[in-house]
């Protein structure tokens, strides 16, 4: 790991508070007296804001005029969280922030509550894309976040009064946002549409219209380092703030029609994370951001040359794409180095490669993206030319290289015929160096399985990177009490940038006093959290119960589905006397979930768990022994109180399914343990915190893929498990009968035959596995001494899934990069 040193803000509390006084005074227009927390709020953020700005450019300085390459992460999201109390983290002063609003007589608490979090991410990917850009800085290389400033984030989350998930939408920017800064001279034109034409020999194209895209820059500054990176996120602007000519022709309101419709780029996030529609407003998002985003990064590094030698641009930065979503860039940069500047085609195709790289996030052959070529020729004729000829090319290649003919079909980047499309996955694995998954067996099955005829033919072009999270935020902020108590142990707090001094606390795990105040952290997070839960959800949580949270995106492949039938067994057994509740650990089970808005079953799953948990929690014969919580609107602020207070995590998908997972990370990193299957990176966090510290269940990969050679799905064989099966048999019983809802028996109908007749992501098929290892959870949680020492050595030996240790893995398997000097 890189020696990272930066000092520690220098200023006073009393300095700190003035210069809050002063942004209250000249940027509010208030006194402290009249100043409301959300005024102290603006101020101090606009302060820390200055104290970033030096570090800011002399990063930016340094990264133009060295020799040092830069990365830049071209997503589609970036689901930052909270600013305030990461800023403050990461420039060294929390301290003067909190003496500051003692003098000022605000609490700290309500001051960070009124930022409004930017949702600008669906999950996974988005969060990811967060953690890598503070891990970027925090390491001190120089590199560039580039995406989108979607005007409303993912939708925020309601229930009616029938448990029904309602989506409402999240207009982040009702207050006041003080950490972009809007740069109006650094805008870039973006092109859509019209044609392609023969002019002198050469192809060029003539389009239609063009949208103006506007950065707005966010500093991401550095944990320690000293460094200052950005953020450019790109806002879709009209050109023609009125179109005279539709003014002087027709009726004034049509004048204005052109810049709703420019501007509409980036005005909403799509909600969808996993089934992509050929939506023409999402290429055009693609194609916006991605575009912008080349040209900025070749006006950065070529400052004013009006004929710079791009050979040297893949010397300069390299490009990350995040999943497929920003491809398009590959037939992009190609036009612009034969287009705007000249360049033959072999040498615009070998600054191209050696430029991109591309990480895939799932194995869901759905889940990649698969263009009708009619769309991208209507938005993007000249890119639609470039792509056939790249596929002519790569056909030629393989042909060459003695690949059979039906592999080369199968490997087809463009489609020819009726349905022409372009395979996005394909024309990014084969545009650029490297693909990486995202962990282990995923790069395994990439390799295997989605990707086969590529990793046959270019096997050098396949790597792993398992993913990470950011320890500032995932621990040091989410989990005050534990890191102090991790700092007193290692007798340093040095593990925030180096986390695999983690493992320092091995021999503490045997160490009765310090498991004890191990366990009593935790107790103090639950509370905490019952508190919290109490003044934002109105909900009376029991502290003194087992917490177990299962937080993510509502899939069937995560199956949520499993655990609530876990739950509503556990249910009919209390209830039908087979089980003393007085014998059972008394358990609060909370779920945090979104579901894509036109995703059916997912939806029928939310409802189905808020009917669960509204009968449960109104039963006297389960009081104090069994809850169900579903705090709605999951989002950055609940993972960070919930993740410190769970005992248990559930990480339960179907085995082949998950690409990694990043939240199974976080709550290992913070003490839980972990139930799950062989699935993403549980695989490597199993290996880590030892076999006998993790509870694993289910069917592994190649039990699944059997399984489904016998035509689980095909042919009904869920029924057998059902049948089988008298506990699982009652649970689902209990779904159809209308237990859960009002005696209806037509509500949960599409759900219930789902498992009994299809069941694709094997739900029935685990259950069995899923509620034996539930028992002997609960034989260890008996024993609290036994649990929390576990709970000590999944910290102790989760420092590898920090996300610093995944960007050096970046650094050295893909980018060739390192820190700036
Ligand atoms: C194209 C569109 C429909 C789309 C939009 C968002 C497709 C996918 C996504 C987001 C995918 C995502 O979040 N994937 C998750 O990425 C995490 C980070 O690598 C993984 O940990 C997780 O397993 C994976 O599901």
């Given amino acids: 790991m890189t020696e990272i040193t930066a000092p520690k803000s220098s200023l006073t509390s009393g300095e700190f508070t003035d210069e809050i006084r002063e942004q209250l005074k000249y940027t509010q227009g208030v006194t402290p007296e009249q100043a409301t927390a959300a005024d102290v709020y603006v101020a101090t953020a606009a302060a820390v804001r200055r104290h970033l700005v030096d570090s800011w450019m002399k990063t930016q300085h340094d990264m133009v005029n060295g020799d040092t390459k830069a990365v830049g992460y071209l997503s589609a999201e970036f689901l930052m969280g909270k600013q305030l109390e990461n800023a403050l983290l990461n420039a060294g002063l929390t301290e003067q922030f909190e003496g500051a609003m003692k003098e000022l007589g605000f609490d700290t608490k309500d001051v960070i509550d009124a930022e409004y979090e930017p949702g600008l991410g669906n999950g996974g990917l988005g969060r990811l894309a967060a953690c890598y850009i503070d891990s970027l800085a925090s390491i001190g290389v120089p590199a560039f976040g580039y995406g989108i400033r979607y005007q409303y984030g993912i ?5 009616d009064e029938n448990g029904k998930q309602v989506e409402t939408p999240d207009y982040w920017l009702v207050n006041e946002e003080p950490w972009g800064h809007v740069d109006y001279n650094r805008d870039q034109r973006v092109n859509f549409g019209g044609e392609v034409v023969e002019e002198n020999g050469k192809r060029v194209w003539k389009p239609a219209w063009a949208v103006r895209a506007v950065p707005c820059d966010y500093m991401v500054p550095g944990y320690k380092s000293g460094r200052v990176n950005t953020l450019r996120l790109w806002t879709a602007k009209s050109y023609d703030e009125f179109d005279l000519l539709t003014f002087n022709k027709s009726d ?38 991605v575009s912008a985003s080349i040209h900025d990064a070749i006006r950065v590094f070529y400052p004013g040359e009006k004929n710079p030698d791009l050979t040297t641009l893949p010397n300069k930065i390299v490009f990350q794409l995040n999943d497929t979503h920003p491809v398009i860039g590959i037939p992009e940069l190609m036009r612009v180095l034969i287009d705007e500047y000249g360049y033959d085609w072999d040498t615009a195709w070998s600054i191209t490669n050696k430029t991109f790289n591309y990480t895939c996030h799932t194995l869901l052959p759905e889940a990649l993206e698969v263009w009708p070529a009619s769309l991208i020729g209507e938005l993007l004729p000249r890119h639609l030319e470039i792509i056939k000829k790249i596929n002519e090319q790569f056909m030629s290649e393989l042909k060459a290289k003695g690949v059979a003919d039906d592999q080369i079909e199968r490997m087809r980047i463009y489609t020819d015929g009726k349905d022409a499309s372009v395979r996005m996955a394909y024309l990014a694995t084969y545009g650029g160096s490297y693909v990486n998954g995202v962990a282990e067996l995923h790069s395994e099955l990439l390799k295997d399985v989605t990707l086969k005829d590529f990793s046959s033919v270019y096997p050098d072009k396949f790597t792993n990177v398992t993913n990470g999270v950011t320890p500032r935020r995932f621990i040091k902020l989410a989990n005050p009490r534990m890191s102090d108590l991790i700092s007193e142990g290692l007798g340093t707090d040095a593990w925030l940038s180096d986390l695999e001094q983690l493992k320092g606390l091995i021999p503490l795990a045997d160490d009765p006093e310090f498991v004890k105040k191990f366990a009593a952290v935790k107790q103090a997070n639950k509370n905490d959290f019952a508190a919290f839960a109490k003044r934002k959800y109105g909900f009376d949580i029991d502290p003194n119960t087992m917490f177990n949270t299962m937080i993510k995106r509502l899939h069937e492949y995560k199956r949520q589905a499993l655990k609530i039938l876990a739950v509503i067994a556990t249910y009919a057994d209390i209830k039908s006397g087979k089980v003393d509740p007085d014998t059972l650990v008394p358990r609060t089970v909370f779920f945090g979930a979104k579901a894509a808005p036109g995703y059916y079953l997912a939806k029928q799953t939310i409802q189905l768990i808020n009917n669960v948990a509204r009968v449960i929690n109104n039963d006297p014969a389960t009081k104090g022994k069994l809850h169900v919580y579903f705090p709605w609107n999951y989002n950055i602020e609940l993972a960070q109180n919930l993740i410190p207070a769970t005992d248990l995590d559930e990480q339960i998908s179907q085995a082949g399914k998950e690409a990694s997972g990043t939240g199974n990370m976080k709550f290992a990193l913070n003490g839980a343990l972990t139930v799950g ?16 510290n993790f509870f694993l269940f289910g069917m592994t990969e190649p039990e699944v893929s059997a399984l489904y050679a016998k035509g689980y799905d095909t042919k009904g064989l869920s029924r057998e498990y059902y049948e089988k099966d008298p506990q699982l048999k009652q649970a689902i019983d209990m779904v159809a009968d209308g237990t859960f809802s009002n005696g209806d028996k037509d509500t949960y109908k599409d759900l219930v035959n789902d498992w009994l007749n299809k069941d694709y992501f094997m739900t029935l098929a685990d259950f069995r596995a899923y509620m034996d290892i539930q028992a ?25 899934f920090s ?19």
């Fill in 155 to 159: 939708f925020k989350q309601e229930f």
């Fill in 252 to 289: 004034y309101l049509d004048a204005v029609i052109p810049k709703v419709e420019a501007e509409n780029i980036s005005k909403i996030l799509y909600p969808e994370d996993s089934t992509p529609q050929g939506k023409k407003l999402r290429l055009e998002q693609q194609y916006f951001f």
């Fill in 677 to 692: 299957t062989l699935d993403g990176a549980n695989v490597e966090i199993r290996e880590r915190v030892g076999a006998e």
């Fill in 776 to 800: 002997e959870i609960e034989e260890t949680y008996r024993d609290p001494m036994k649990w929390a020492r576990m709970a000590v050595l999944n910290v102790a030996n989760s420092g590898y």
């Fill in 803 to 821: 996300s610093d240790r995944s960007i050096e893995d970046y650094l050295e398997r893909i980018w060739h990069t390192g820190a700036l000097k």
